[in-house]
């Protein structure tokens, strides 16, 4: 079964542009949630998305936003990119987010730079 | 509100020697636990994981036992290999009235393994 997969790997914006990132999860996961890793401030979660709607959110501006499609594929998508939003965008899938003993996997991340 | 807390890195190590990276945990009721590994340039790959108290996860030689009386889930391995050098980060899941809930990880540990 295919790991979950994220697209682009790599991306470069400037100040003040607007990204999107993808994220295709586990076949048969529904649920989808995103992580920012950042060398100052660790692993924080942003938000988590199921059955096309956002269950869970973290503690981001309203800059930082996603939506799930109904083949369960992910998008966040960030406006207005500040220098600190600089970092690994991770995105990680399960297949029931209901029971906390449930796995999330790890996609390989998306490495953000702004200039 | 949950929080976990890691030992600080970095820890460097000569092949087979034993490995111990301590993670304790505050949560109001009872998580699950995880220890996910995040190799240079990669994602997180789950490593183990401890749903219940006293139980014991394990994966390749790494073991961690679901301490409640001691709100801990240290990491041990009796003869790290070179191939072990990672990232290491504990993590707990809480979800206190059934919906989605997030993973909360503490700041990882940089393990460096010398041949």
């Known amino acids: 079964k295919a790991g979950v997969t994220q697209t682009p790997r790599y991306l470069i914006k400037t100040r003040g542009q607007q990204v999107t990132l993808s994220c295709s999860p586990i076949?048969?996961?529904?649920?989808v949630s995103w992580y920012q890793q950042t060398p100052g401030q660790g692993l924080q979660f942003l938000f988590e998305?199921?059955?096309?709607?956002?269950?869970n959110k973290g503690n981001f501006p309203g800059r930082f936003s996603g939506r799930q499609f109904s083949n369960s594929r992910s998008e966040m998508n960030v406006s207005t990119l500040e220098l600190g939003d600089s970092a690994l965008y991770l995105c990680?899938?399960?297949?029931?987010?209901?029971?906390?003993?449930?796995?999330?996997?790890f996609g390989p991340g998306t490495r953000l730079l702004v200039l | 509100g949950n929080s976990v807390t890691q030992m600080e890195g970095p820890v460097t190590l000569s092949e087979e020697a034993f490995l111990t990276i301590n993670c304790t945990y505050t949560?109001?009721?009872?998580?699950?636990l995880f220890w996910y590994v995040q190799y240079p340039g990669e994602g997180l790959q789950l490593l183990l994981k401890?749903?219940?108290?006293?139980d014991k996860g394990s994966n390749k030689g790494f073991e961690a036992t679901y301490r409640k009386e001691t709100t801990s889930f240290h990491l041990e391995k009796g003869s790290v290999q070179v191939s072990d050098s990672a990232v290491y980060f504990c993590?707990?899941?809480?979800?206190?009235?059934?919906?989605?809930?997030?993973?909360?990880f503490g700041s990882g540990t940089q393990l460096t393994v010398l041949p």
């Open positions: 990680a899938s399960s297949s029931n987010p209901i029971w906390t003993e449930e796995t999330q996997y």
């Open positions: 076949s048969g996961h529904r649920s």
């Open positions: 998305y199921f059955s096309e709607t956002q269950r």
């Open positions: 949560a109001t009721g009872y998580p699950s």
């Open positions: 401890a749903t219940k108290a006293d």
């Open positions: 993590a707990l899941r809480y979800s206190p009235s059934g919906s989605a809930r997030q993973l909360t």
